[in-house]
């Protein structure tokens, strides 16, 4: 395994739009594997692929209840609101308010390419709706308010 790069705000990658992965190759587990790496490497909850500099609807999140990598994740469902800070390990320095859904139902394919379906509540649904907007080139400072600095470790 290794640890990627990650690339940070003013990289044009962040801002592009993911493409989805039609079809699960070796290339996409090492992909997921080393994405968990670089994650786990920076104490952060999740990571999104443009993160790594890859244009790829993957992404790895451990909110505390394991590791899960979500291959073509979506948001089929949501429900409640609720406001908490935020970081990215793009946006290193920076933390924000940001409203998300209290809860989520993503549908994703695993690493076998079974489609699965998670419930996600607090910090994990937050961190999955995180990541997903990396997907679509949205970064957490766009929606967040009370946008601030913060030392760094
Ligand atoms: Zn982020």
């Not at 990215?88 to 993503?106: H, K």
């Not at 079974?114 to 419930?119: A, D, F, G, T, V």
């Not at 907007?133 to 949205?138: A, K, N, P, R, V």
């Amino acid at each position: 395994m290794a640890v990627y790069k990650i690339v940070e705000l003013g990289n044009e990658i962040l801002r592009e739009k993911a493409k989805a992965v039609p079809k699960i190759t070796p290339n996409i587990l090492k992909l997921l594997d080393n994405m968990a790496e670089t994650m786990y490497g920076a104490k952060g909850v999740g990571l999104a692929a443009p993160q790594v500099g890859v244009a790829k609807r993957v992404v790895t999140v451990d909110s505390g209840k394991g590791l899960v990598g979500l291959i073509n994740p979506e948001i089929i469902k949501f429900d409640g609101l609720e406001t908490d800070s935020e970081g990215c390990l793009s946006v290193p320095g920076t933390i924000g308010d940001v409203d998300r859904a209290a809860m989520v139902e993503v549908k994703y394919l695993d690493r076998l390419g079974k489609e699965q379906i998670i419930k996600a509540a607090g910090l994990f649904a937050r961190a999955l709706q995180h990541e997903i907007d990396h997907l679509d080139g949205i970064l957490f400072i766009d929606r967040a308010k009370n946008i601030r600095k913060i030392e760094q470790e």
